[in-house]
């Protein structure tokens, strides 16, 4: 195994520390630097066991600071970049835009321009982008997103993302830079932020607090366990070809509500409640602004020219997540204190 040195960026954060823990384990002869600012959404706590590991630094550092970045690049010779860091959750960036158009806009450009810079010969080097379905738009009842889908973002969220993934494209067809992008479906696991549907729930049926699902619960989303995408992300960066981009999904599409009813289910039976109980919880609030209706992906290209298909089946997967959180109380504790509780009042006004 050759030796490299890659940087991760958004390694303290949900996907990002699943990548960070696969490659520190996986490739000792690689080293791997973990870039991120430690917003609300990074916690070192979620990569204490990689923590003095030999292969493994972190760098606390804001990627819209240009000068940073610059630096960052001149004191290190990265080969590659694997690119998670972002603002990423999509009620934030209907409220708070600007802060998604830095990040992940202007974050992404500065990582960009430093490799450009940093990088004398390209050919040897990667820039790998990790984007999301969500630059397609929305589905009706029926279809897949397809690599060939044109993007369509719907949100704030969703359109900063798909800028970025232009810039990385425009930077590969102009200046030659070596890029692979992959978009994915909804991740789910452990050290999953409880602003996002799942986690949420997890902590809100544990505290007998309401369970607020938007609209109708009628939207649909392709959920993949979070260690199934680390594991495409390893396969796609040592296989993948350059100048390409591949979907990644779960092939398991959910609707809000009949997801939020099985993981009452699972909850009420590990926390030894009647059936039913948790259930009880749901309560049906204002639908998101902009609400893409159904998410749905073709995965036949990376499974075709990468090998690469989810391993755990949603059920199996499921039971897992919940085990982590009540097994790491203390993490979700951490999480739902302070900033969170403000948060949480804004959103849901409760
Ligand atoms: P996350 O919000 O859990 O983590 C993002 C990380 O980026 C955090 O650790 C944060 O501190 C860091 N960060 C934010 N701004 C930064 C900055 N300016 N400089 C350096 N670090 C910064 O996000 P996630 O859910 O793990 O998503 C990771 C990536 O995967 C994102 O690019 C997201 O768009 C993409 N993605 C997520 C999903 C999903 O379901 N969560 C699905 C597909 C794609
Ligand atoms: O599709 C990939 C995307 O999945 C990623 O790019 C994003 O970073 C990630 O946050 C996720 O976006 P979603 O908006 O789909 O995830 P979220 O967990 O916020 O919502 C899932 C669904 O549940 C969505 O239809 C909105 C709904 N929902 C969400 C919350 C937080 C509710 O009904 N109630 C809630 O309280």
Redesign the pocket.
């Known amino acids: 195994m050759s030796k490299k040195n890659i940087l991760i960026?958004?390694g303290?954060?949900?996907?990002?520390s699943h990548v960070v823990r696969l490659f520190v384990n996986k490739y000792p002869a690689y080293h791997i630097t973990n870039?991120?600012?430690?917003?609300y959404?990074?916690n070192l706590e979620n990569l204490k066991d990689v923590e003095g590991r030999p292969n493994y630094t972190f760098i606390k550092?804001?990627?819209?600071d240009q000068a940073f970045v610059d630096k960052l690049f001149r004191e290190n010779s990265f080969d590659d970049v694997i690119h998670?860091?972002?603002?990423?959750h999509v009620d934030r960036s209907i409220k708070y835009p600007m802060d998604f158009i830095f990040?992940n806009v202007i974050?992404t450009v500065n990582l960009l321009n430093a490799c450009r810079l940093h990088w004398q010969d390209a050919g040897e080097h990667l820039f790998y982008h990790?984007?999301?379905d969500e630059v397609f738009g929305s589905l009706g009842d029926e279809g897949f997103f397809t690599e060939m889908t044109p993007y369509d973002p719907q949100s704030p969220y969703s359109a900063s993302?798909a800028s970025s993934d232009h810039f990385v494209r425009a930077y590969h067809n102009t200046y030659g830079l070596p890029v692979i992008l992959t978009n994915?479906?909804?991740?789910y696991g452990p050290n999953h932020?409880p602003e996002k549907l799942i986690p949420l729930c997890i902590h809100n049926i544990k505290h007998n607090n309401p369970l607020p699902v938007y609209g109708k619960g009628e939207n649909i989303r392709d959920w993949l366990y979070v260690e199934d995408h680390a594991r495409a992300i390893d396969m796609v960066f040592h296989q993948g070809e350059v100048g390409e981009s591949y979907n990644i999904g779960g092939s398991n599409e959910w609707k809000n509500i009949d997801l939020v009813y099985l993981l009452c289910d699972i909850m009420d039976r590990k926390l030894g409640r009647e059936k039913g109980d948790s259930a009880r919880l749901i309560t049906f609030v204002k639908d998101r602004a902009g609400h893409d209706l159904r998410y749905a992906i073709d995965a036949t290209k990376i499974k075709s020219e990468i090998g690469w298909e989810p391993s755990l089946q949603f059920e199996e997967g499921l039971e897992k997540t919940v085990d982590w959180y009540l097994n790491n109380n203390e993490w979700l504790e951490n999480v739902t204190s302070g900033a969170y509780q403000k948060y949480y009042q804004d959103q849901y006004g409760a």
């Open positions: 960026t958004g303290a954060g949900f996907i990002g870039l991120d600012k430690l917003t959404a990074g550092g804001d990627m819209v998670l860091a972002a603002e990423s990040t974050g990790i984007s999301t993302k994915c479906s909804n991740n932020f």
